[in-house]
């Protein structure tokens, strides 16, 4: 894509002409005559952010423009460097973690110019010790471009503690290591300061140094740096052969360039091996992204590369690969299921049968693994991390470790599951294994059912994010986009929860964002984006169950951004609109452009692939009502050329070489090529809304604390009332910050929720348990096994206990309880083989109670080499008789992980908790 990236002056002023020819009277074209006159248009589709004619957009002073079908020009120009406050919040980090001052406790500087035009440094602030700037912010004074700040941080007391004792003990009373402390960043709110710990390590500008060895550490960054480069290309002009794809023409020209622009880049994104690149910025083939891009729309386009690009993630084992992500992977991700219903839709698009029976035992073993991993019994969900949203601060509290995260409950993972049992289903039933397809299908109704009982929301009419906590779970209110997507298009909401889902889900003005409301303090990304391959899934979702307004705002909020910055981006601010203010951007983007492509064979062409047949339920908007054509479309033996004409839902007359075509369905054994025209009823539908909403930031998740018979927590600014929630359930509801706990209460889990004027929510705190000791008991592992050698710091008791592949493969440990009943098993572990944010070396075993399997313990990642970090596994309920038990952790095949080869932690205790 680099190499379309023209001087932005010299396209701009070849194009000049045009745009302002678009912008002082809106342009009329036909499809073949060239130029436009200046007669005024009537608006193809309109909002208070931006216009859509037939050939151009218009967004205030940003005006894209369909020179034909084989180019477009766009002026658009990034300002997401204006009017950013001089207040810079900040706090220091060890190794990448939020562990200097509690949650919400921030230093303050105001960067305004100094007196002189001195050198712009904070104060010398010690670690831990709060420094706030108590200059009032000045009216109408902003952030000044490039202004360098020099940041210094005292560290000496935590050497000296080093020096004395061996650690430093932080905010929280975790104990760090002298051997643990590797790196000691800054993170904040102001670019290119990030709140995002986890990828602090990957910016160095970050990182604090003390070259001269006197305990000050410093780094100097660049505030408010303006890009050299604030815009995209000014011009696309298409330069790729792609003859060889269906082609499209219709009387919307700026549409048809657009359809076009996405076909060039679909044939950029195959990479010399035939594999799909992930984007421009993103080298790789990665599990995910192939596999929502092929059932959007490479399935039917560039099948020989979907099937290379999925076999390429599938382990020696013949299990699919998930990708590196939080905590080690797999299983706190484990959305990798949704490669089954990709690998689904090649067989659909194309009737190869060599590969359904290659494909068939990959999803059979992958699942197999997966229930006894990550199924839950008892409410018929599948643990794991958001399918997607895998940048845990991005769309989880910050408590959340990664053992909370592979205790979640997520909306799109769990359709993700639900269909690709599905899809395991229907290719047993295809390959004459009927007992495969019954249990498939019964998995699919329990997650099914798992998902309507559990997850939805009767009062908002749409599903919730996730279910999340430790012992006991709540489910977060706020909406996710893709999974609702999903819930519609793979039928898990039936009824009438499909329209009321895509009515009532919220939708801002550039599009839907991936949660709603927002996350405080959190730049956006996942948080306060649009990623237009989601909006795409939402607007298939809205054509399936005819809301029109929904579809024709999904069609132009792809549209927008792939015009206006002339590339299918991969994200863009849900607030602005704005490629330039996310995190990380790539052009170029796989799922992106097979979104844009898919709206076209999916949506308004209807395309309904079945295991052996094509059936047409097209659906175009009256807005974008007149002839379009497909030509050159490739389905199994046959080659298409489709006519569409007129607007509306269903079809009023489909003829197949001009002879009525019974239940506007194609039989998949149809050869050779073949003209199809469909006459739409042109009939207005009913009317239909979203749920149009501002953009808004749910208030920050309350600190909570427990001491003497009291929670306690520091106020909420935004908030107007706390809810206590006691074991995941209402308890209480108060303004003020303190709640007594009653005496004498079994054991309970105390969470609080702020709750702001508008009645938003936020996260949960972190669960707090009264007078935990009292219910708990500590069996120190190294009392079964003989202890480890090594000599990492932290543990209690006399030791730890290794174990990896070859050594502790069973570990037995007897224990015995007091009374019957229902206890809580966790494991204190620590795990230093990578970050808390990626890789692949989380370490999974299977913990059986004498012969019975009780659950998996997962032991994820906790930090590179940080062995003596300590945390705890995901607590495992299981029934115990009164008087002495045996346990038993084992490796099994369903505990590979995805690196294969490294499987390992250290066990220091194992706590049992009776919950009741």
Known sequence: MSRLRLSYSASFLLSLGFLAACQMAKPTSSPTTGPPATAPA???????????????????????????????????????????????????????????MAPGQDHL?????????????????????????????????????????????????????????????????QKLYQADFMHVFVAGNTAPLSWDFDNLINKPPLELKDPDGNGIYETTVVLNAHSDQKSTAARWQATLDVSAFPQLTSDFPLLDALYNMALEEAKRAVEPDGTFRTGQEWAGVWTRDISYSIILSQALLQPEAAKISLMRKVTPEGRIIQDTGTGGAYPVSTDRIIWATAAWEIYLATGDEAWLRQVYPIIKHTIEDDEQVAYNAQTGLVRGESSFLDWREQTYSKWMQPVDIYQSENLGTNAAHYQGNVVLGLMAEKLGETAVAREAQTRAARIKQGINQHLWLEDKGYYGQFRYGRVHQQVSPKSEALGEALAVLFGVAEGSRPQTVVARTPAMDYGMPCIYPQISGIPPYHNNAVWPFVQSYWGLAAAKVGNETAFLESLMAVARPAALFLTNKENFVASNGDFAGTQINSSNMLWSLSGALGLVYKGLFGMNFQADQLTFQPFVPQALAGPRKLT?????????????VGFGQGIRQITLDGKPLPDATIPATLTGTHDIRIELPNTPLASSAQNKVAHHVAPPTPAVRYAAGTLAWPAVESA???????????????????????AGQPFSEYQVVAIDAQGFESFASEPVVPEAARHTQLVEIEAATPKSSKAYKGYQGKGFVEINKMLNRRLTVPISVLATGLYALDFRYANGNGPINTSNKCAIRTLRLGATQVGTVVLPQRGVDEWSDWGYSNPILVQLPKGRSLLALDLEVANENMNGAVNEALLDQLRITRVK
């Open 109 to 173: 500087f105001l960067a305004l110019p100094a007196v002189g035009g001195a050198a712009l440094e904070t104060p010398v602030i010690v670690f831990g010790q709060q420094s706030v700037d108590k200059r009032p912010v000045p009216a109408n004074q902003y952030l000044a471009p490039n202004t360098p700040l020099t940041i210094r941080l005292d560290l000496r007391p935590m050497l000296a503690a080093f020096r004395k004792q061996g650690y430093y003990t932080l905010y929280n009373g």
């Open 632 to 644: 050159n479309f490739r389905y199994w033996g046959a080659v298409l050329n489709i006519e569409m």
């Open 720 to 742: 107007r009332a706390y809810q206590v929630l006691r074991n995941g359930q209402f308890a209480a509801r108060t303004t003020e910050s303190t709640y007594a706990v009653p």
């Open 42 to 100: 009537t608006p193809v589709w309109q909002s208070a952010a931006y216009t859509v004619f037939r050939d151009s957009l218009v967004q205030g002073p940003h005006t894209a423009r369909a020179l034909s079908r084989q180019a477009l020009i766009s002026n658009y120009q990034s300002p997401a460097n204006a009017f950013q406050s001089p207040q810079v919040s900040f706090k220091f980090s060890v190794n990448g973690k939020d562990n200097e």
